[in-house]
């Protein structure tokens, strides 16, 4: 059997070791665009804050047998040949496909003069360019276009190093994605007693170069200084290669329960699909590490041949800003069905219930067992009896009957 994997992310590697384990025999190719050897993600900002001492940490172990070809970037697939073409002019046949190319930082149209100074973090070559106008710059202050997860953690990073940043916010508060108007004002206050500056009700209109740094014009036609523009205004599914096939995507490849695409033996898991909300029971992205590591075994192990079915999702994050644990899961931003807050110092508490079930939360602060939470909700247990708990953060599994009991990754 031959077995292709568009994209060298966690999701496609965990694949390919699964498919090692599974089908010995089976010929594995995984083609990446970068020309790299794949690395994580998701530890970039340790990297630019010196927490992660060493570069060579980045990187991810490749699977054992599989063949890992780099600087191979799919531009088309020919679904009824089983084919695969890449931008270097290569072709690849498969017998069963696995596309997981993950995201890509989207930009908004602005007017840019001069040197690129307008940058986004996703890959690696792109922290090389941030730490690179840092080092040579003499302003240091980094403005940061958009404040959701991405650029709240690349200012996290700053604030390690104590390099002052400016957020420029379109909405009029942080991390409105995923948390309420309160909770965002719990994180705000935290950025800026960490050296962040927030100007909100404004979007950048157009970078001009002036020697080492950058001329900052806003649509108000206020103009501040920075070292470069850091982008982070979320990430759109890598999906353009799609364009000419008959694969169904939404704002991602649409998968069903076997990690199936619209198009027989072509399988997707990861950042690039769209599967289905246990809570909103709608289709919606997921774009989180144990997620497609999740998907991406469930999909390899049905491309040999078993039906393994990948259950409901439900949306998380949980992450570290200016000291303070962030962590949300569900219907967070809004005020729905029965509400529960709580404020105490610098942490704010949020739960929400319906029918006796948790179907969202807010944590900035302390909470004791973060999995306990997902689990009760991607498993709807009753926590009716337990809202004193719940909302203190104290939950824990000994607080529910051992037969419902799962453990759930963050």
Same mark, same amino acid.
């Given at each position: 059997m031959r077995y292709l994997i568009v994209g060298a992310s966690a999701a496609g590697l965990n694949a390919a070791r699964t498919?090692?384990?599974?089908?010995?025999?089976?010929? /594995? @190719? /995984?083609?990446?665009?970068?020309?790299?050897?794949?690395?994580?993600?998701?530890?970039?900002?340790? $990297?630019?804050?010196?927490? $992660?001492?060493?570069?060579?940490?980045?990187?991810? &172990?490749?699977?054992?047998?599989?063949?890992?070809?780099?600087?191979?970037?799919? =531009?088309?697939?020919?679904? #009824?040949?089983?084919?695969?073409?890449?931008?270097?002019?290569? @072709?690849?046949?498969? %017998?069963?496909? $696995?596309?997981?190319?993950?995201? #890509?930082?989207? =930009? &908004? %149209?602005?007017?840019?003069?001069?040197?690129?100074?307008?940058?986004?973090?996703?890959?690696?070559?792109?922290? %090389?360019?941030?730490?690179?106008?840092?080092?040579?710059?003499?302003?240091?202050? =980094? /403005?940061?276009?958009?404040?959701?997860?991405?650029?709240? #953690? /690349?200012?996290?990073?700053?604030?390690?190093?104590?390099i002052p940043g400016t957020f420029v916010i379109r909405s009029h508060r942080m991390l409105s994605q995923i948390v309420d108007e309160e909770g965002s004002e719990f994180i705000a206050e935290r950025a800026r007693e960490n050296g962040m500056e927030l100007i909100t009700g404004e979007s950048i209109a157009k970078v001009q170069e002036e020697g080492d740094h950058a001329n900052i014009f806003l649509t108000s036609g206020k103009v501040i200084q920075g070292s470069c523009v850091v982008v982070g205004k979320g990430v759109r599914p890598s999906i353009d290669f799609l364009e000419r096939t008959p694969i169904k995507c939404n704002t991602g490849i649409l998968v069903n329960e076997y990690m199936e695409t619209s198009v027989k033996d072509v399988y997707a898991a990861g950042d690039v699909t769209e599967s289905k909300d246990l809570i909103s029971d709608e289709y919606e992205m997921h774009a989180l590490w144990p997620v497609a590591m999740e998907q991406s075994r469930i999909a390899a192990t049905n491309m040999v041949g078993y039906s393994w079915k990948y259950p409901k999702e439900v949306s998380r994050n949980i992450v570290n800003l200016f000291g303070e644990v962030v962590f949300t899961g569900g219907i967070s931003k809004e005020d729905a069905y029965e509400v529960y807050k709580e404020k105490e110092g610098r942490s704010y508490h949020k739960i929400l219930v319906r029918d006796g079930k948790l179907v969202g939360f807010i944590f900035v602060g302390s909470v004791l067992n973060p999995g306990v939470y997902l689990a009760a909700m991607k498993n709807q247990w009753d926590v009716s009896h337990l809202l004193n708990e719940a909302i203190k953060g104290a939950l824990s599994y000994s607080m529910f009957k051992a037969p419902m009991r799962e453990v759930v990754n963050i």
């Open positions: 498919l090692e384990s599974l089908d010995p025999q089976g010929e /594995i @190719t /995984i083609l990446s665009a970068e020309e790299v050897f794949p690395y994580s993600k998701m530890s970039l900002p340790y $990297l630019l804050s010196n927490k $992660l001492k060493k570069r060579d940490y980045l990187f991810l &172990p490749s699977p054992s047998k599989a063949n890992l070809m780099l600087g191979q970037r799919v =531009v088309d697939i020919d679904v #009824e040949r089983k084919k695969v073409e890449t931008g270097q002019n290569k @072709t690849f046949s498969y %017998d069963k496909l $696995l596309i997981t190319t993950g995201a #890509e930082p989207y =930009v &908004p %149209d602005m007017e840019l003069e001069g040197s690129p100074l307008v940058l986004t973090v996703r890959n690696l070559s792109d922290m %090389d360019k941030l730490k690179d106008k840092l080092n040579k710059s003499d302003v240091k202050r =980094v /403005i940061l276009s958009g404040a959701g997860l991405v650029n709240s #953690e /690349i200012a996290d990073a700053l604030a390690e190093l104590n």
